[in-house]
């Protein structure tokens, strides 16, 4: 019977029985590599199709399926030479539709035996038994010879493993280091952090570590040497500074200001009162791990997939879909994980921007560019990396609110694709009552839309407690529960018994773990986080001790069976504020602070925000992660280990001292030009200070709207209106009819919500200071009741507007009144008048150079010139528009432009000019998204059908035609479409189709004052 022993660190070798397999005895370099995958995801059934994807890429399916049977064949013999028939093999398992590498006995492999000595020295740490620790490290050490696999460095399937042995190895270093300085031995300390500098020469934190182990071993010199050496990396391979916790490093060690704690020599293990790392074993959770894995079955299968936790505070939701993200990157898979925060709720698209910004830097440049390319110039402003990637950035083209909304999330659906990769993956989001609705509407897209090509799993938790029955989390799970693509998991705490075992574990003795568990289950009704913090508090008002043995030891063992005597704070509340109460008075001033930023924070903005001195800053830093309430990112940003901290530290504070701090973040980071506009407006809003939350309100309630996002753009305006109001100073009078008219502009504009839109004009009209205000806010005032189809209404308030720029014949406002009355009189067939004020326009943009202006009253002439059936001038005027259009790069005009050119070749019988104009038009609509001109395209096309008598090719154009029309809410537009659908079938003989339609159009043109279209409607009638 043969038993393997396997070397994948350094080099990939096999013995068999004690003796090596030689090269040749695996015939081909495929059945060697075969084996090197098959071992990569061992105890994993993998596909025929994924292993020929791999290894034959290139060849037919039917070759690549022989090839695969011929390597299979031979490795069976190489790993059990004497095996008589395949299914008789104890290793390599036939497991439709694939095979697995089953290693689970008469096996060694030096990966295996690396992570699990480095599992245990981690576990020897948390539980304080240093000497444990350390010999376990150095054991696994001694396993790890060199990458995983060298000999397949660009081979995709070794990738992910390779990475994650190489970050254990990492962390098992750094971690080694720390157990070695506080034993004294600064030597084999610093050493071990040069090894890491060695394989990830950008790893900052390990240059504080470096300079504060030299500084303690004495060696001042080569503390500042190797900030020099740090700073000098970055600027080499990055191009940036270091963070501002290693220059304030830095300093103290310039200024001699560093404190030093004392080394704690390594002896066997011993009584001692120091606070353990209280990582508590992963218990009560199989059953939910289960459904995890089993969300993850069906993505592999190929099905995307959707898994929401939910659950109270501190019930274990992170803890859960930590436990599943390490095994998974056991497995090889990539995992992805973001979260969101409370203050950032209203921030569009956060906590999938967060993921961009950090993994797409990873990925290839090129590759990204290709993906984005029809997305970078509206996602690189969200996505700064997008900018050295693409440096002559095309210039972004605004369309419709809708079609913008469409082309963002799009955008950011493939930014999504990009992160997770061609593989496989998992996408966590923490905290999700928090994120936007805009996010959400983007998960679901994301999770429901085909053609991604490959299946990801996305892995959400919230807290019901946190949101109310309006939450959009709530649609979110309607609509996937409808698609049969979602999974919902309901946390509960955890049972006495479960309690029991986990203490059993912590505390090292059964008895002892049983005892306390009923204790603390009493109190804690199983909330995890609750008892953990129970816990800490208890060790660190030195209740609880680690004896000589490594159990845990009170003052109660001897005299107590249920531990009733020991006194413990009755909520998490008070839990908390007893762990904080050991904090000195700047200690706790300080992470107050840090609460109110309300988000992961960089060192140089808590320190601004406070005032604090770097090395003190520095110190207490050091103090909050030792005590477990902070910790540090990979980014160098600092974040709570349990957002429950932050807000109880939050709500202690009185709300004269809440304003205050928020007002001095908001501040700081306008110093240090850190942090978001919706940052800065959340900021001054908590902070009372009206005119800056209004100010940076707007700026963000503007920002939303370029991105589509109409719903939070109006949110944003409504809080600056509401704030404004609160203002007293006389100019904030002069903000409110701005308000009003953003207000006015987004409903209209975005949402069609004509009622709401005409209550802020009207109140824009209202507040407005000057003659110049008070015509725009008539003429749009005026553009809402010519939607409506009040074309009288709309002329009155066109020609107030007018009376008020009387004063101002030579401004563009003036131009666009007179080209939008002109379009007005043109719907009512008053052409004669129509002319006049169109010539106005032209006139006045011609003597102020306005471009804009210039096109907008060729377009109008070249409508009033085809009504009167001159063509060629009508050709004439849609020509110059269309070039204007053109010069000024927009995109939606121009698309409109190309409409009215080819609709008067149309009408001259210059059929195929007419369709060059209509197809250049539709590929700009497509292209950008706008979908009410791409109806308005095809609608001209469908005529242009007509005129030739195709009526089958004229209906096909309608049908794509009038969902769009009738989307976009445009009245005239809508008409049209119904108008030419009822023409086109008269054609072909279908006349109750036709009447339903004509009839439609008829009552439509009355109710609007559309009379323009009745002419040929009712002729069509007849």
């Given at each position: ?562 531990y009733q005597e020991l006194m413990l704070p009755e909520t998490v509340r008070e839990v908390t504020l007893d762990r904080l109460a050991r904090l000195n008075p700047s200690e706790q001033d300080w992470l107050a602070a840090a609460a109110v930023i309300g988000r992961p924070f960089e060192f140089e903005l808590l320190r601004a925000a406070t005032g604090a001195e770097g090395d003190a800053l520095l110190a207490a830093i050091e103090t909050y992660e030792r005590r477990q309430l ?87 305006y409504q809080k600056a209106l509401q704030n404004a109001m609160k203002a007293v100073a006389p100019e904030q009078a002069v903000e409110l009819h701005a308000i009003h008219e953003r207000l006015g502009d987004a409903y209209l504009e975005d949402l069609s919500r004509h009622d709401d839109a005409l209550e802020h004009y009207m109140a824009f009209l209202a507040l407005a200071q000057s003659d110049e205000d008070r015509a725009r806010g008539a003429r749009k005032i005026a553009d ?85 059936g001159e063509l060629e001038v009508a050709c004439d005027h849609h020509q110059r528009s269309l070039d204007l259009y053109r010069d000024l790069g927009d995109l939606p005009r121009t698309a409109q432009a190309c409409n009215n050119v080819a609709d008067s070749y149309r009408l001259w019988g210059e059929m195929d000019r007419a369709l060059e104009y209509l197809d250049e038009g539709l590929k700009i609509a497509r292209r950008i998204g706008d979908t009410r001109d791409e109806a ?87």
């Amino acid at each position: 019977m043969s038993r393997l022993h396997i070397q994948t660190l350094g080099g990939f070798q096999v013995w068999r029985d004690d003796e090596a397999v030689p090269p040749t005895a695996w015939k081909t370099q495929k059945t060697r590599s075969l084996f090197a995958i098959l071992l990569t995801y061992r105890n994993r059934v993998l596909s025929q199709d994924q292993l020929i994807e791999w290894l034959w890429p290139d060849l037919s399916l039917d070759s690549a399926r022989n090839s695969l049977q011929v390597a299979i064949s031979n490795l069976r013999r190489v790993l059990e030479p004497g095996l008589r028939r395949p299914a008789d093999s104890r290793f390599l398992l036939t497991h439709p539709p694939g095979y697995r590498l089953d290693l689970s006995r008469d096996c060694w492999v030096d990966a295996d035996e690396f992570e699990a000595h480095y599992r245990q020295a981690v576990g020897a740490e948390q539980r304080g038994d240093r000497v444990a620790a350390l010999a376990h490290y150095r054991e696994a050490a001694t396993h790890y010879r060199g990458d995983y696999l060298p000999e397949e460095p660009y081979a995709d399937w070794a990738i992910a493993e390779r990475d994650r042995l190489l970050e254990l190895y990492l962390d098992l270093l750094e971690r080694q280091s720390q157990l070695l300085l506080e034993s004294g031995d600064f030597s084999a300390a610093i050493q071990a952090c040069q090894q890491i500098l060695e394989r990830d020469p950008l790893r900052e934190r390990i240059y504080r570590r470096l300079m504060r182990y030299y500084y303690m071993s004495g060696d001042r010199a080569a503390a500042l040497a190797m900030f020099d050496r740090c700073r000098q990396v970055l600027a080499d391979e990055l191009g940036v500074e270091p963070l501002a916790q290693t220059l304030a490093l830095r300093d103290a060690i310039l200024h001699s200001t560093l404190e030093l704690a004392e080394p704690h020599p390594v002896a066997p293990p011993r009584t001692f009162g120091a606070f353990p790392t209280l990582r508590t074993p992963f218990v009560g959770r199989h059953r939910e791990m289960a459904v995890l894995r089993g969300a993850w079955e069906r993505v592999l299968a190929g099905h995307p997939h959707f898994v929401l936790i939910r659950g109270e505070v501190g019930v274990g939701k992170s803890r859960l879909v930590a436990e599943f993200r390490a095994q998974l990157s056991r497995e090889g898979v990539q995992v992805f994980q973001t979260r969101s925060y409370e203050m950032e709720s209203g921030l569009l698209y956060r906590p999938v921007l967060e993921l961009s910004n950090a993994y797409l830097p990873k990925r290839r440049g090129s590759e990204v560019v290709s993906q984005l390319e029809p997305f970078l110039p509206v996602l690189a402003p969200l996505i700064p990396h997008l900018h050295k990637l693409s440096p002559a950035m095309p210039a972004h083209q605004p369309v419709p609110p809708e079609q913008e909304r469409q082309r963002v999330r799009e955008g950011l659906a493939q930014c999504l694709r990009l992160t997770a990769g061609d593989r496989p993956a998992v996408v966590i989001f923490e905290d999700l009552q928090w994120a936007d609705s805009s996010t959400l509407d983007l998960l679901q897209y994301v999770v429901r839309t085909a053609g991604w090509g490959v299946a990801h799993l996305f892995v959400a938790t919230y807290r019901p407690e946190d949101i109310d029955r309006g939450h959009p989390i709530y649609a979110l799970r309607r609509d996937l529960a409808q698609a049969d693509l979602l999974t919902e998991i309901e946390l509960r705490p955890l049972l006495p018994g479960e309690i029991a075992a986990l203490l059993g574990q912590m505390a090292g003795s059964p008895e002892s773990g049983v005892r306390l568990a009923r204790r603390l289950y009493d109190e804690t009704e199983g909330n995890p986080f609750y008892l953990v913090e129970i816990l800490r508090a208890l060790f660190e008002a030195g209740v609880i001790w680690i004896d000589s043995s490594g159990r845990w030891r009170t003052d109660y063992d001897e005299i107590t069976e249920s531990y009733q005597e020991l006194m413990l704070p009755e909520t998490v509340r008070e839990v908390t504020l007893d762990r904080l109460a050991r904090l000195n008075p700047s200690e706790q001033d300080w992470l107050a602070a840090a609460a109110v930023i309300g988000r992961p924070f960089e060192f140089e903005l808590l320190r601004a925000a406070t005032g604090a001195e770097g090395d003190a800053l520095l110190a207490a830093i050091e103090t909050y992660e030792r005590r477990q309430l902070l910790s540090e990112g990979e980014d160098g940003r600092y974040d709570f280990d349990h957002d429950k901290i932050r807000e109880v530290l939050y709500e202690e504070l009185n709300t004269v001292r809440r304003r205050q701090l928020h007002a001095q973040i908001a501040e700081s980071m306008e110093r240090l030009g850190v942090g978001t506009v919706e940052d800065l407006a959340h900021h001054y809003v908590e902070a009372g200070v009206a005119d800056r939350a209004v100010h940076y309100l707007l700026l963000a309630g503007d920002r939303a709207r370029r991105l589509g996002a109409s719903l939070e753009a109006i949110d944003f305006y409504q809080k600056a209106l509401q704030n404004a109001m609160k203002a007293v100073a006389p100019e904030q009078a002069v903000e409110l009819h701005a308000i009003h008219e953003r207000l006015g502009d987004a409903y209209l504009e975005d949402l069609s919500r004509h009622d709401d839109a005409l209550e802020h004009y009207m109140a824009f009209l209202a507040l407005a200071q000057s003659d110049e205000d008070r015509a725009r806010g008539a003429r749009k005032i005026a553009d809402v009741h010519l939607l409506r189809g009040d074309l009288l209404e709309a002329q009155n308030h066109y020609e107030i507007a007018l009376e008020r720029l009387s004063g101002f014949p030579l401004l563009a406002e003036t131009s666009r009144v007179h080209a939008k009355l002109s379009y007005l009189l043109i719907s009512r067939g008053l052409l004669d008048e129509a002319m006049e004020h169109a010539r106005a326009s032209l006139e006045i943009s011609r003597k102020i150079d306005d471009v804009r202006g210039l096109a907008d009253a060729n377009r109008v002439l070249g409508i009033i010139a085809k009504r009167r059936g001159e063509l060629e001038v009508a050709c004439d005027h849609h020509q110059r528009s269309l070039d204007l259009y053109r010069d000024l790069g927009d995109l939606p005009r121009t698309a409109q432009a190309c409409n009215n050119v080819a609709d008067s070749y149309r009408l001259w019988g210059e059929m195929d000019r007419a369709l060059e104009y209509l197809d250049e038009g539709l590929k700009i609509a497509r292209r950008i998204g706008d979908t009410r001109d791409e109806a308005l395209l095809l609608t001209t096309k469908a005529e242009l059908y007509l005129d030739q008598g195709e009526w089958e090719l004229a209906i096909e154009q309608m049908k794509q035609a009038l969902p769009l029309a009738e989307a976009s809410g445009m009245a005239a537009r809508i008409i049209a479409a119904h108008w030419t659908l009822g023409s086109a079938y008269i054609g072909v003989g279908q006349l109750e189709e036709a009447r339903r339609h004509l009839e439609t159009a008829e009552r439509l043109s009355q109710e609007t004052q559309h009379l323009r279209f009745a002419p040929q409607i009712y002729l069509c009638m007849a």
